[in-house]
């Protein structure tokens, strides 16, 4: 008689290598991130800070990173009022020495990252055939091989515990495409090739790695678009308005959570319907 096939238990401990929660899972509520230590690029403004808020109400202690130290310090004071316990960290994605000394000084003060949210980006718009190389290589410096030196810098001691959660900020132009956007519509679909491609390698180590996929989201990246492009732009969203930092924060927070401990390599569309692909 075939032995009798039984699933493992989520609640055993010491399974959590196999990419099952954490032990510690049973003394939390779904999406409590207590104890955790999580960080965030581009958390001075916009999705970055919101994210940012959003893990540290959930519990985790978060060091906030981007490259205006000004703003970063508002962002902390803002979850310190709220009772969270932050640090900022003056960083430059678009520099593999910024990132080099960041993560150092990151893994010095917390010993490990826990919680991975790859979130500074930029855009620099143009028409293909008017596009400067330098408007290409800004956009894919910031948006990919950011998060790829910056992932790959603190990967080690996720790894070596055995538990992780690396959510990457794309687009929903990474995946439809978007003119005037050839770089930045790159940049994020790589990212969500990264993600797929190391959500297949770092899987065996309870590592999860998944994207979000914004529509259009009002921040200050957006703030600039004109009258007639925001026009368009609602007329393309099925739920017919513009969505909100927040609600992007609060998709990362729960990939990032023990909830979506058996999701990775997704791509979660974050988009009023805008785009409704697989
Ligand atoms: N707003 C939207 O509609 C929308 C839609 C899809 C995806 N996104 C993505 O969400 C992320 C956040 O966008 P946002 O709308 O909050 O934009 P934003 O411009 O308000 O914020 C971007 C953040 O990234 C930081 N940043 C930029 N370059 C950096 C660098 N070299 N090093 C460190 N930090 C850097 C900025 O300081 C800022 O904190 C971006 O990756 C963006 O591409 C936004």
């Known amino acids: 008689m075939p032995a009798k096939f039984q699933l493992p238990h989520p609640y055993n401990e010491g399974l959590e290598g196999a990419g099952l929660p954490h032990p510690s899972w049973k003394a939390r509520e779904m999406g409590n991130l207590q104890g955790r230590v999580a960080l965030v690029t581009g958390a001075s403004q916009g999705i970055g800070r919101a994210c940012a808020l959003e893990l540290a109400q959930a519990g985790a202690t978060v060091a906030l990173a981007a490259r205006n130290e000004a703003k970063l310090a508002e962002v902390a004071a803002e979850i310190e009022a709220a009772s969270g316990q932050p640090a900022a960290f003056a960083l430059d994605v678009a520099s593999e020495d910024s990132i080099k000394n960041g993560a150092k000084a990151i893994l010095e003060r917390f010993g490990k990252v826990e919680i991975l949210v790859n979130c500074a980006g930029i855009t620099r718009d143009d028409l293909m055939a008017r596009m400067k190389r330098a408007d290409w290589d800004d956009v894919l410096a910031t948006n990919l091989t950011g998060a ?131």
């Open 148 to 278: 790829f030196l910056l992932t790959q810098a603190l990967l080690r001691p996720m790894l070596k515990n055995r538990w992780g959660r690396i959510v990457n900020v794309s687009s929903v132009v990474g995946r439809t495409g978007q003119a005037g956007q050839v770089n930045y519509a790159a940049s994020k679909a790589g990212l969500i090739g990264l993600t797929r491609s190391l959500a297949r390698e770092v899987a065996s180590r309870g590592i999860t790695v998944n994207a979000v996929a914004p529509g259009y989201i009002e921040t200050p990246m957006t703030a600039v678009l004109d009258e007639k492009q925001r026009t368009a732009m609602l007329a393309a969203i099925p739920l017919g308005r513009a969505g909100t930092d927040v609600e992007i924060a609060k998709s990362v927070a729960f990939l990032a959570s023990d909830g979506a401990a058996y999701i990775t390599g997704h791509v979660l569309d974050v988009n009023g319907g805008m785009f409704m692909g697989g």
